[in-house]
């Protein structure tokens, strides 16, 4: 089984509805990560959280929320999708111990129309 | 704000081709650099991570080098395979945990 899973893989949905991307991973890490990538850019970083009571925005994080369940459960969430959230979205996950190093999930491809 | 660039955007090779990848970054004050290898609905996955008082990683046809001062890294690939296409990212920390990615070279290795 993946370390790092993230559901669903695919989604499409309309312009004003909500939408929850979700991640688990079993890899007992800390700290998990939630990234974008738009064709001909690279990722970038929307939200990050460091436990459970510590979640932190990236750089792009308008437009998004997130919500840290459990150690191993970390969602994203699209209040009101726009078309210019389609886009390939992320999650990755490190250890306290050695932070630098992530691991990322499949990927979650999302078009809002 | 830190800004990774990574050239050429594409490259096609032949197999058994010795290549290099590209990366250049603006603030040499870097935590780490990391090489990821991007595959069509798998994710990424690291290939090697320089810490910033290293130069160079190697792990079996790969190698990565760093030089701080000039804000540049090459990756490296030897006898390069069908199997080596994808898309290489370059990702550079300043903190220790954030990333700041390149737009990517996408490979193709023909056989």
């Known amino acids: 089984d993946a370390d790092v899973t993230q559901t669903p893989r695919n989604r499409i949905t309309k312009t004003g509805k909500r939408i929850m991307l979700e991640c688990s991973q079993t890899k007992g890490h800390d700290r998990m990560y939630w990234y974008r990538q738009d064709p001909g850019l690279g990722l970038r970083l929307i939200y990050y959280?460091?436990?459970?009571?510590?979640?932190n925005k990236g750089e792009i994080s308008d437009g998004y929320s997130v919500s840290r369940q459990a150690q191993a459960k970390f969602s994203l969430s699209l209040e009101s999708a726009i078309p210019n959230q389609t886009a390939l979205y992320f999650c990755?996950?490190?250890?306290?111990?050695?932070?630098?190093?992530?691991?990322f999930g499949p990927g979650t491809r999302l078009l809002v129309l | 704000k830190q800004e990774v660039t990574q050239i050429p955007a594409a490259l096609s090779v032949p197999e058994g081709e010795n290549l290099v990848l590209n990366c250049s970054f603006t603030d040499s004050a870097i935590y780490n650099l990391q090489w990821f290898r991007q595959d069509p609905g798998k994710g990424l996955t690291s290939l090697l991570l320089i810490q910033s008082s290293q130069r160079e990683q190697t792990s079996g046809r790969l190698n990565a080098s760093l030089d701080k001062s000039s804000g540049r890294s090459t990756l490296y690939i030897a006898a390069s395979q069908p199997g080596d296409s994808a898309t290489y990212l370059c990702a550079v920390s300043n903190s220790g945990y954030a990333l700041n990615f390149g737009k990517g070279t996408s490979l193709l290795v023909t056989p």
């Open positions: 959280s460091f436990d459970v009571k510590d979640i």
């Open positions: 990755a996950t490190s250890s306290t111990g050695s932070p630098e190093t992530q691991y």
